[in-house]
């Protein structure tokens, strides 16, 4: 499979204590710290990760509604964190996202339809069949009556709060989607038909998924790879299957730990870790996670651990990589 996007190196800092406009900042908080990442075409890529590492700013940067502070997102060979004008809205035609809160996500005051039609409107796109046939085409493609196109947001559950969203980020026909936490707003039963949806969707339109979530068994439903992300770095990668039978992150270990099992009869050993996650505007030297970790040595204080390959489709970031030991 070919690529349909990659990330080279990507760095997104934001300006901390800044007490007047031409007054240096105090700090930066380091969101994203030098992300690489490959998304195959047709393929879900899952990004996890506890709150506050980074995982949604990266979204929004790789969909260039934030500028890089640093780093390259190649989509067709074209880096977005440099478009701008009408290269910058041409590419857009191939990347969307989906947010997370379908409530706040959609204008009130604006129709489904025109909700919906609005990339069109935007990119000026004209299909033959007309605008308003388009967009009862695209509700009808989620799941919804074409008929409510008249119709407010606060008519709509939020699970078809949800399904407009996703009708609006495929009007421009895009070929990857960015997905940020699609289903955590939503009741359990609700988040499987969403899942479910996006799932057919993949297949019918051959698209490629970034699933941004912190629920690891959603993750695990519907990734092909999985990456996890640590304080703005991704710490481990590999594909679904090996990352949750032979994690080899501690910081992964602890996190698949915590996940219920449904099994009463298998007894899983629970990571307690100890401590808060660091400042990101102050990360630890060395290794980011060490201050957690009951493997940190001298080592992790002074050396960054880079992202290697340890087999095929498996990279991790630890200079003492592997499913044990456990904390006692």
Not at 112 to 141: D, F, H, T, Y
Not at 196 to 223: G, R
Request: one cysteine or more; aromatic letters at 6%.
């Amino acid at each position: 499979m070919s690529e349909a996007l990659e990330v080279k190196n990507l760095v997104k800092t934001f300006p901390v204590g800044k007490k007047g406009f031409f007054s240096k900042p105090a700090g930066y908080v380091h969101a994203v710290d030098g992300v690489s990442l490959a998304i195959k075409s047709g393929e879900t890529l899952g990004i996890v990760g506890e709150s506050g590492c980074g995982k949604s700013t990266l979204g929004r940067v790789m969909t260039h509604l934030l500028p890089a502070t640093d780093g390259q997102v190649l989509l067709n060979g074209v880096d977005v964190t440099r478009a701008k004008g009408e290269e910058l809205q041409k590419l857009r035609r191939t990347i969307q996202m989906i947010f997370q809160d379908p409530y706040s996500s959609l204008n009130p005051r604006h129709t489904v339809g025109r909700i919906v039609g609005m990339p069109l409107v935007v990119q000026n796109i004209n299909p033959a069949q007309g605008r308003k046939k388009r967009v009862q085409e695209l509700l009808e493609l989620v799941g919804l009556n074409p008929e409510h196109y008249n119709r407010y947001p606060h008519e709509f559950s939020g699970g078809q709060r949800q399904r407009i969203g996703i009708a609006r980020s495929l009007a421009l026909e895009p070929k990857i989607i960015i997905a940020d936490e699609p289903v955590s707003a939503l009741d359990v039963s609700i988040q499987a038909q969403i899942l479910n949806l996006l799932q057919d969707l993949q297949k019918q339109l051959d698209l490629s998924y970034v699933f941004i979530a912190h629920d690891l068994s959603v993750v695990k439903h519907v990734s092909d790879r999985v990456a996890v992300m640590y304080l703005g770095k991704i710490v481990e990668e590999a594909g679904s299957e090996e990352l949750y039978s032979k994690p080899m992150h501690p910081y992964t270990l602890a996190l698949l730990s915590a996940v219920p099992e449904p099994n009463p009869e298998k007894v899983r050993q629970r990571i307690l870790l100890t401590g808060d996650v660091p400042s990101p505007i102050n990360p630890p030297s060395g290794c980011r996670f060490r201050t957690r970790c009951w493997r940190a040595t001298e080592l992790c204080a002074t050396t960054e651990p880079p992202l290697v390959q340890i087999s095929t489709n498996h990279k991790v970031a630890c200079h003492f990589p592997g499913p044990t030991p456990l904390p006692n």
